[in-house]
């Protein structure tokens, strides 16, 4: 057993009060002279021996005391391992109740979940593979909310679409369970570089430097400008010249995953996308909602020094276009590499709080109901 607060035993001291209470405690004694006796030597009395009235009464008294310190203490008992139920994780797409029943696998083999968001149960429909919970992402949330020692075993698809480019590292020993399934097309790429969409009237020499970088990207011509109220198409970037706000229709199309770029000056804290020759920030960027808000720094003219550079396009569509999709993989070399350097996180520790409060309780009761036994017995 730890004690949380070793300082609160210093309350034992007041264990003193109920030993001086019951010292003190005397019944009293009235002498009563005789005449007869008054002549008589006085003979040299016994030694009072150290006696304790109702001393059942005090060990109660002593025992809330002791019980009252050690609360103030909070004592723990250190948690205890124990045999971890076994996880079995399916990946959706399978048949986790074939699985369940084939052959070869152990009646004991613990909960069966979806590798999910929430992890539920199989018996529950199967889930919708969803972009923002790839399975490597899952594996490591899982991971870290298993306790310790818990044996683990992922059903898994072959081939993967949902890697993110990183091997998976877990700390515990995982069971690797790969299915081949049917060979389906690959989803064609996506590396068309964006379309620049201005929202109206700009400025000559910035309609001239992103007629350039357009060029540079698709050796197209710059887009028409938009018209009043509208936005800019899926997958095209807007691009807002205006010193006012963003209108309505903007915004909301910018939170629902759109991109637009602005000239005003971005805040300091907008972290820096891409600097220029000599090191300053060219692009800021950060997430509003589901899309990005771009700060491109500088007077948008050919003129600008930065702007000037050849390598400024190239640059500015690597950083502007968006993450590459998860990629596809072999099931059987994405299996996950246990980390033994990463330290196991201890049983979480049992407070013994409720347990003592309850022990305070029926020692305080039950002192009280001796206290008043002995006043009765007393005055009797």
């Not at 009464?57 to 971890?84: D, E, N, Y």
């Not at 898994?156 to 998976?168: A, F, I, N, S």
């Not at 570089?193 to 430097?209: C, D």
């Not at 637009?260 to 891409?274: E, F, R, T």
């Amino acid at each position: 057993m730890n004690l949380l607060f070793p300082l609160g035993l210093a309350a034992l001291a007041a264990g003193l009060l109920p030993l001086l209470i019951h010292l003190a405690r005397r019944h009293p004694y009235t002498p009563l002279e005789f005449a007869a006796l008054r002549w008589l030597r006085a003979r040299v009395r016994p030694r009072q021996r150290l006696r304790f009235d109702d001393w059942p009464l005090l060990l109660v008294r002593l025992l809330l005391i002791g019980a009252l310190a050690l609360l103030l203490a909070r004592p723990v008992l250190p948690g205890t391992s124990g045999t971890a139920t076994p996880w079995t994780v399916v990946a959706p797409g399978l048949d986790a109740h074939a699985l369940q029943r084939a052959p070869g696998t152990p009646a004991d083999s613990g909960r069966w979940q979806w590798l999910a968001p929430g992890f539920p149960s199989i018996d529950t429909p199967a889930p919708h593979p969803t972009a923002a919970a790839t399975l490597p992402s899952l594996l490591r949330e899982l991971d870290a909310q298993l306790p310790v020692g818990t044996p683990l075993v992922v059903h898994v698809p072959d081939p993967l679409t949902d890697l993110d480019g990183q091997r998976l590292q877990l700390s515990r020993p995982v069971q690797w369970q790969v299915h081949p399934q049917p060979a389906q097309a690959a989803p064609a790429a996506t590396d068309t570089p964006p379309i620049l969409r201005l929202h109206g009237e700009a400025p000559a020499p910035a309609r001239r430097w992103l007629a350039a970088v357009q060029r540079a990207w698709t050796a197209a011509p710059l887009a028409p400008a938009l018209a009043a109220g509208a936005v800019p198409a899926r997958g095209e970037i807007g691009v807002w010249t205006d010193p006012l706000p963003l209108p309505a229709p903007w915004q909301r199309w910018l939170e629902q995953g759109g991109s637009v770029l602005v000239s005003a000056p971005a805040p300091s804290s907008v972290p820096v996308l891409l600097r220029d020759a000599g090191g300053a920030p060219l692009l800021r960027g950060h997430r509003v909602g589901s899309g990005r808000l771009l700060y491109l720094a500088g007077a948008w003219s050919p003129a600008t020094p930065a702007l000037r550079d050849p390598a400024v396009p190239q640059q500015l569509l690597r950083a502007l276009q968006p993450a590459p999709a998860a990629r596809r993989g072999d099931a059987r070399d994405q299996a996950p590499a246990q980390v033994r350097s990463a330290p196991a996180a201890p049983p979480p520790a049992r407070e013994l709080a409720p347990w003592l409060i309850a022990a305070v309780l029926l020692l305080f009761a039950l002192e009280r109901w001796m206290a008043s036994a002995t006043r009765r017995r007393d005055r009797a």
